[in-house]
């Protein structure tokens, strides 16, 4: 397949979000990341943005040089040429917790405005509606990572929404309001269809500062669940260049495993 | 030991057991050998509780369940355990909802004999609220700011039995894993009992060969199985890989409760052992699966002179 | 990085700098360097404080102690240690003693950032009474009997430097180490930089065909240093053996401050670095304490078809 | 060297000891022993009383099958065909304190009549007399095996003492002073060149069982720096067989290293 085709190929909501997520990640050096776009997006940082970057997956692999596009976190690809396997004690506790990771990947059901996430329930807990799987290493993830960054596919009230069916990763500002010291400063990207949401820090909530082309400000904010702030200016997100594709679709993932 | 010894001799009514094996040498073997032999009101403790789980409770063996994450990897839903919690269909299910990291420290504070365990997580979280192994401590050495620090802490888990599954083991039970190797060592060590389900017994000098390769030691270990391919649908690595198709298919068998209790009934129940399930699947779908090579290169221990 | 410049980049006047090493692996070579970049008012953590703390106490490095075993491993006293406790001679050392999983759990704790660590050790020793890190604090969870725990807890311990020695790591860092792997994992990702001092540097094809042989990953790594040779009279596995003779004869050479000065002069200030300790040992002397070939047989990590 | 001539060889001090201690470990699975005449004692009970006794040592090493006879608890001949090296946070916290170790063996500068023991001074903490070791694991080893037990080679009254100059090492009976449940029952065999004291758990002190041959009950009474319970029916220790002593010194420690 030659560039030229290859970049011609109309583009897919998981290139943008794959695009747009790594250029966030410019010179970080360590992100913990589940499989899909998140991957895709360090993958994709590592080969312009962030030479350095490291990928470290929930299953205990540190510096993988997979043969093939991983299917897993825990992909037998992922292991064999690897740097390091760690135990799960060491990987959730000396390096998440003991601090190692620049920038969390979480997806969420739900996100509310302080970066709040419920992946455990829609309805109510003791009789839910729907069950979802729950936290896996998210709570982790949430209250240890310097920085996180959510990727949103769908954008809609239910999802962002005022309040949470059930907080089951708590960012910093609920952490604190029980007495509880946060190691890090929680939700600072939210990268969806429409936009990007930013915050910076604790006691700020979450704010529009971007938009995908041809996206409007009222669109976002028709479909987000709570009076969503917007920044002074709002930036409209630069397309993904032939580059960012061509790397994307020739080195990251030739076989389009994710980017159908 | 066979398996049907051991389920036999370790597994009774009313148990806490634990199945460990983070995607990587899940012990499904085991877990259909529990099937078949009935085993009633167990609690299961398992950080990923997937497909293995989701038989388990269709086959009415689970009364209780502890765990992280409740899914079908990354492949979608589990049909029997969403019928369960959602509509109590056909019976309730007691869920214990934690994290990933408090289910490893339960493990932690487990093997150590330690009345908690903390760590940083739960500020803030309704887990908290619904689960009330969930607790804080206060620190007796001040915080960063000066004033008292406040943590959580998890309750210790010592299961009844820890069913691992391994790629090897001597005959008296030193256990060898490499690639991931989760929190199999911990959820043996706060066990009561345990049993090692390995692709190969070995000889000794082929364990004795590289001893910081042994992550549980028999004197950890009650019985030891040799069941190859036993971590199927997972994988074992060095021995065959994950079968992504079924992990793909089970969030179709088990929408449906009737095709899930087929899928049992054939798969299970008439199956007599795990070698039956093996030789059922066939050669051709077993060379699908199969890997090529890529050998550790050795160390030298060294040989006093 | 030359070892003289991760002392100097690595190493300041008046940080706590960790040593770890269980009788394998202890990092004399960069010790030496300490002593001869004159560093002063160093907390030296480490848990069997044996010939290599003895030797920088004697060069006047360090003020204060945290350690769990003071002694020439089982070959007699260290001379200065004791005269500095005993006699304040030449001046006061300030001593924290803890016990090997005091230690141990220190360490835990810092690795995790945790504000404590919980331990079934301490209740009723008198070392609780002569230093205040050891503390108790009650469990949210009822004793076996009902009634409320307690049990001692740790402080963490977060080293502005870690120094470790390991058989070999690659250009990045990430480290390999068989045999004894004590608790340098958990003494490195506690500190705020890691130096790792290591045998060989090898090739990224020789770490990564077996990954879980590396006990530390690059990214808690700061500087990696080769020096072969570095451990003695410690050993390294598969490389070196221990220097019985030079444990026995410390207690003496030890005992008299003059003797201990002259050994100093000789050894360490007029030595330029470790090549030069390791050639004016001689090639005699090295072949006395070489080992032969016990190799692991390999493992197969597999490899996608 | 024939049998003939190494049983008629004089018997050491450490011979008898090394073999009463060996007695005592019948039937039992897993020890924690450091070097000298605790694995003497556990190396001949493997060859006698307890063929399934495994060694754990404080180094890490579980189930040694050395070349050499080791000098020290790390030595390299105990690594090199071992059946498994932990790390030290597995060694103590699961093997240790996790409770799989049956007997735990300490020696000590300092015993009382409880079987608590001092390893850290002579004289005062803050400036003593001579400065000992001090803990190393045992601490831990008390704390956590089934039970402990001591040999000590001199037994005079500045050794087995009333009062302790510092309590290292608490049994279990001042632990329970404080309100922490210990998880053994202590030291439960002291053996000396005078005999065996022994004590049955918490709350028991330390009784005379056993003298050696040729020891008196009021040597022993001279020799103990406390008021010395003394069993209704005192034992003469067995001296060591000829067959003890020749899997002594021609399998344990044919180079005796440990033996002169």
Redesign the interface.
């Known amino acids: 397949m030659s560039t030229e085709t290859t970049v011609n190929t109309e583009m897919t909501s998981s290139e943008r979000l794959s695009v747009v997520a790594s250029r966030e990640l410019a010179g970080r050096r360590t992100v913990f990341a589940g499989i899909g776009l998140p991957t895709l997006a360090a993958s994709l940082a590592h080969l312009t943005v962030a030479p350095r970057l490291e990928i470290v997956y929930e299953s205990g692999v540190c510096g993988a040089h997979p043969s093939h596009l991983p299917e897993t976190i825990a992909d037998a690809v992922l292991i064999t040429g690897a740097e390091a396997v760690l135990s799960m004690p060491a990987l959730f506790g000396y390096v998440l917790q003991g601090g190692h990771i620049d920038v969390g990947f979480l997806g969420a059901a739900q996100i509310d405005k302080w970066g709040n996430l419920n992946t455990s329930v829609i309805g109510d807990w003791d009789a839910p509606k729907v069950r979802l799987p729950g936290s896996g290493g998210a709570v982790e993830v949430m209250a240890n990572s310097r920085e996180v960054f959510v990727v949103m596919r769908r954008h809609d009230p239910r999802s962002f929404t005022e309040k949470l069916d059930f907080c089951t990763t708590p960012g910093p500002d609920r952490a604190l309001e029980e007495g509880v010291r946060p190691l890090g400063t929680g939700v600072t990207r939210v990268i969806t269809e429409l936009g990007i949401l930013a915050r910076e820090g604790v006691g700020e909530e979450l704010k529009l500062v971007a938009v995908h082309p041809g996206v409007t400000v009222d669109q976002v904010r028709e479909n987000t669940g709570w009076d969503l702030a917007v920044a002074d200016t709002v930036e409209t997100v630069q397309p993904p260049s032939a580059e960012e594709l061509r790397l994307l679709r020739e080195d990251v993932d030739p076989d389009r495993v994710y980017l159908r | 030991m066979t398996m049907r010894e051991a389920i036999s001799s370790f597994v009774h009514d009313g148990d806490t057991v634990a199945l460990e094996g983070?995607?990587?040498l899940i012990p499904t073997a085991a877990g259909h050998e529990i099937i078949r032999q009935g085993r009633r009101d167990l609690t299961v403790v398992r950080m990923?509780a997937d497909i293995v789980v989701d038989q388990m409770l269709a086959a009415g063996c689970v009364t209780r369940l502890v765990?992280?994450?409740?899914?079908n990897?990354?492949a979608g839903s589990l049909g029997e355990?969403?019928r369960r919690?959602?509509k109590a269909d056909p019976e309730p299910l007691v869920f214990e909802?934690?994290?990933?990291?408090?289910m490893?420290c339960r493990y932690?504070a487990g093997?150590?004999?330690?009345?908690?365990?903390?760590?940083?997580?739960?500020?803030?979280?309704?887990?908290s609220s619904?689960n009330d192994g969930l607790?804080?401590?206060t620190?007796?050495?001040p915080?960063?700011d000066g004033e008292p620090?406040?943590?959580?802490?998890v309750?210790p888990v010592n299961p009844d039995v820890t069913i691992i599954h391994a790629?090897r083991a001597?005959r008296?039970g030193?256990t060898?894993i490499?690639?991931?190797?989760?929190?199999q060592?911990?959820a043996v060590?706060a066990a009561d009992k345990a049993v090692v389900v390995v692709e190969e017994i070995v000889d000794?000098e082929?364990?004795?060969?590289?001893?910081?390769?042994?992550v549980?030691?028999?004197?950890?270990v009650d019985a030891v199985v040799a069941c190859p391919r036993g971590a199927h649908p997972s994988?074992a690595?060095?021995?065959y890989?994950?079968d992504?198709a079924f992990y793909r298919a089970w969030s179709g068998i088990s929408k449906d409760r009737e095709q899930l209790q087929a899928w049992l009934k054939e798969w299970v129940y008439d199956t007599a052992d795990h070698a039956e399930y093996v030789s059922k699947l066939g050669e051709e779908f077993w060379n699908s699966l199969?890997?090529?090579?890529?050998?550790?290169?050795?160390?030298?221990?060294?040989?006093?002179?």
Chains 1, 4 share one sequence.
Not at chain 2, 67 to 71: A, D, I, Q
Not at chain 2, 178 to 183: C, D, H, P, S
Not at chain 2, 216 to 220: D, E, N, R, T, Y
């Open positions: 983070f995607t990587h990923t765990s992280s994450f409740v899914g990897s990354s355990l969403r919690i959602e909802e934690y994290s990933h990291y408090g490893i932690l093997a150590q004999r330690l009345p908690f365990y903390p760590l940083r997580s739960y500020g803030g979280s309704d887990l619904v607790r804080k401590v620190s007796p050495y915080g960063p620090e406040q943590v959580y802490v309750p790629q001597d008296s030193n060898q490499w690639g991931l190797t989760g929190v060592a911990e060590y000794d082929v364990v004795r060969s590289d001893p910081n390769r042994t549980i030691p028999a004197h950890a994988f690595q060095g021995y890989d994950r992504n199969a890997v090529g090579e890529a050998l550790s290169l050795p160390v030298n221990y060294g040989r006093r002179l």
